[in-house]
């Protein structure tokens, strides 16, 4: 059973940088495209950004593009995000997701999801 685990949320200042994890167990890694998306209260759940299995194809939602990096290490079946010059409005539940195929932005396209973590962004 494949099984997602997000680390590294926190409560940070506007402007200041975040680094998020997600380690998955149970399958092989290196075979997923990954996602990470966020939610905010009241607000469905968005994509954010989405990394190809072997790191060769990276996509941006327009909200983060030039401030977040994703990245992954298959060797540590650990997919990273990091961001910069947070905002308040990055204020969300990130998860990580799992899919096989190409990047999406659909979220029901990823059939794998962590539980999530916080992420509070204060101006």
């Known amino acids: 059973q494949v099984q997602l685990v997000e680390s590294g949320g926190g409560s940070v200042q506007a402007g200041d940088s975040l680094s998020l994890s997600c380690v998955l167990s149970?399958?092989?890694?290196?075979?997923?495209?990954m996602g990470w998306f966020r939610q905010a209260p009241g607000k469905e759940r968005e994509f954010v950004a989405g990394?190809?299995?072997?790191?060769?194809?990276?996509e941006y939602a327009d909200s983060v593009k030039g401030r977040a990096t994703v990245s992954r290490d298959n060797a540590k079946m650990t997919l990273y995000l990091q961001m910069n010059s947070l905002k308040s409005e990055d204020t969300a539940v990130y998860y990580c997701?799992?899919?096989?195929?190409?990047?999406?932005?659909?979220?029901?396209?990823?059939?794998?999801w962590g539980q999530g973590t916080q992420v509070t962004v204060s101006s």
């Open positions: 990394i190809s299995w072997g790191g060769g194809n990276t």
């Open positions: 997701a799992a899919r096989l195929g190409l990047v999406n932005e659909d979220s029901k396209k990823y059939p794998y």
């Open positions: 149970g399958g092989t890694f290196g075979s997923f495209t």
